[in-house]
C-alpha cells in the first residue's frame, strides 16, 4: 500500500519549458489536492479534485493545469515555466483527514 | 487574506516541558480543523484533528483544544521529546471536506 506517490522528486526546468509532475494514490479517496509551499508562506493550494472528472481552481491556479481522468492519477502540468514557479510541490488525498505525498521540489532557472 | 494563522513563526522548548502552538482562524464556516508535522525533505503527516462540535481532543502526548468563539486552537504536546522538533501546520476545512486551508507553520525545537 504505497498511499500518495509523487514522481519525480526532483527536476529543473528552464524557462519557457514545460513539464507534469504526476500523482496517483492507492487509497481509493475522491477528494486529490496539488499545494506548492514556497519558504515561510506554508501551503497554498493549486487546484483539487472531489472525484474523477471533476476539478476547480484553489488559491493560486494561474501558469498551471490539472485533469482527473480516473480516481488515482491527479497530474499537475506546467505550460511556460517561469522562476516565479519554483517551489515544492505537494499532492494530497483526503477522506477527512488528508495524506501526502513526498514531495516535488522544483527549480525553475 | 489569510483565513489560517499561526502567527508564531517559531518556538523553542526544553525536551520534557510542554509545548504550545497557537492558531487562529477568521472563516466562520471551518467546521473540522487538524494538525499536520513536517520534517524537511518530507510530505506533511497527520497528527491530530478536531470537530467543531467538541472542545477538547487528546491522543498521547498530544492534546487539541478549540474556542470557536474565540476561533482559536491550540496543540499541547506534553512531554516534549527532541523528535518532536519539526514544522507544525493547522489546518482548517469547511463541512463539506472540499478544501483544505494552512496555516504558514510553526518551528518547534525540542532541546536536550
Known sequence: NAGVTQTPKFRI????????????????????????????????????SVGAGITDKGEVPNGYNVSRSTTEDFPLRLELAAPSQTSVYFCATRLKEAFFGQGTRLTVV | DQQVKQNS????????????????????????????????????????????????????????FLNKSAKHLSLHI???????????????????????????????????
Open chain 1, 13 to 48: 526546468l528552464k524557462i519557457g519549458q514545460s513539464m507534469t509532475l504526476q500523482c496517483t494514490q492507492d487509497m481509493n479517496h475522491n477528494y486529490m489536492y496539488w499545494y506548492r509551499q514556497d519558504p515561510g508562506m506554508g501551503l497554498k493550494l493549486i487546484y483539487y
Open chain 2, 78 to 112: 506534553v512531554p516534549s521529546q527532541p523528535g518532536d522538533s519539526a514544522v507544525y501546520f493547522c489546518a482548517a476545512s469547511d463541512a463539506g471536506y472540499s478544501t483544505l486551508t494552512f496555516g504558514k507553520g510553526t518551528m518547534l525545537l525540542v532541546s536536550p
Open chain 2, 9 to 64: 513563526p517559531s518556538l523553542s522548548v526544553q525536551e520534557g516541558r510542554i509545548s504550545i502552538l497557537n492558531c487562529d482562524y477568521t472563516n466562520s464556516m471551518f467546521d473540522y480543523f487538524l494538525w499536520y508535522k513536517k520534517y524537511p525533505a518530507e510530505g506533511p503527516t497527520f497528527l491530530i484533528s478536531i470537530s467543531s462540535i467538541k472542545d477538547k481532543n487528546e491522543d498521547g502526548r498530544f492534546t487539541v
